[in-house]
């Protein structure tokens, strides 16, 4: 299959192209670097990336930022990131990205358990990933050439942990967690919202 990967040259991204391209054609997309460039900020840039490459089988988005702060220090700036970059990105991929993608294809993009975990400081990554599972769910009852359209929610992730020098327990290597993505890429269903933590206990 063909399959792009927006934020492929990330941490968990390059460890999702790094498996799947063992079969399959992998397109990575990053902000600066990859086969191509993309700003999920701008509508218009996505637009763009999903002309210049045309069909394809799926898309998997591991994109989306965020900026950590107490209720009394968040910015503005700070609230907008999250909004238009973790939420309002990833939601213009899929609404863009149907469009570019074969019938029964499918759209994965990433959420995260701050929407419903409890971390000091993560309040708009939370209202953004919160949005994000709410709209996955509420879009499977819209099927679009039967696109299968569906969500990957990672914890704190091993190697981000260890590079911001956090001492968090129970945190997940990128690999494990890409290894979820194709979990979910396999399945005929739609509206997942795949825990990461949940799915990696499963198959032990």
Request: aromatic share 4%; proline share 2%; no cysteine.
């Amino acid at each position: 299959m063909k399959i792009v990967v927006i934020g492929g040259t990330g941490t968990i991204g390059s460890e999702v192209v790094s498996l799947l391209q063992k079969e399959h054609d992998v397109i990575t997309v990053g902000r600066t670097r990859g086969d191509y460039q993309v700003d999920i900020e701008d509508k218009a840039s996505i637009e763009n990336l999903f002309k210049e490459i045309g069909t394809v089988d799926g898309v998997i988005s591991t994109s989306g930022d965020g900026a950590l702060g107490s209720l009394t220090d968040l910015t503005d700036e700070n609230l907008d990131l999250a909004l238009n970059s973790k939420l309002k990105g990833q939601i213009n991929v899929i609404r863009t990205g149907v469009h570019s993608v074969k019938e029964n294809g499918f759209i994965i993009i990433t959420t995260g358990t701050s929407s419903h975990g409890v971390m000091p400081g993560a309040s708009s990554i939370s209202m953004a990933t919160a949005g994000l599972n709410g709209y996955v769910r509420a879009v499977k009852n819209e099927s679009f050439n039967g696109i299968k359209i569906n969500a990957v929610s990672p914890g704190f992730v091993k190697e981000t942990a260890e590079m911001m020098q956090l001492d968090i327990p129970n945190t997940i290597s990128a690999h494990d967690t890409a290894r979820v993505y194709k979990m979910v890429m396999d399945s005929n269903e739609s509206g997942i919202i795949a825990e990461v933590p949940e799915y990696i206990n499963s198959e032990q």
